[in-house]
């Protein structure tokens, strides 16, 4: 009887491991395609076009 009890107790536990790290898995993934878009978004050429919308901006600012 209490050898039964370990046996499913353990079968449980390996389940629940095998969960957590199958939905690890696509998590770590994601994570790193999160961490590619703000590198992207870092590069000059992403600043550059805000940097242009605001000075367009200004201008018309100091024209009005």
């Known amino acids: 009887m209490t050898a039964a009890l370990v046996v499913v107790v353990i079968v449980i536990a390996l389940v629940f491991v095998v969960l957590i790290v199958s939905r690890r898995t696509p998590t770590s993934n994601d994570g790193v395609d999160d961490f590619r878009r703000h590198l992207d978004a870092l590069s000059p050429e992403a600043r550059q076009q ?12 100091d024209g009005a």
Do not use: A
């Open 50 to 61: 805000v940097i242009d919308r605001v000075q367009h901006l200004e201008e018309d600012d």
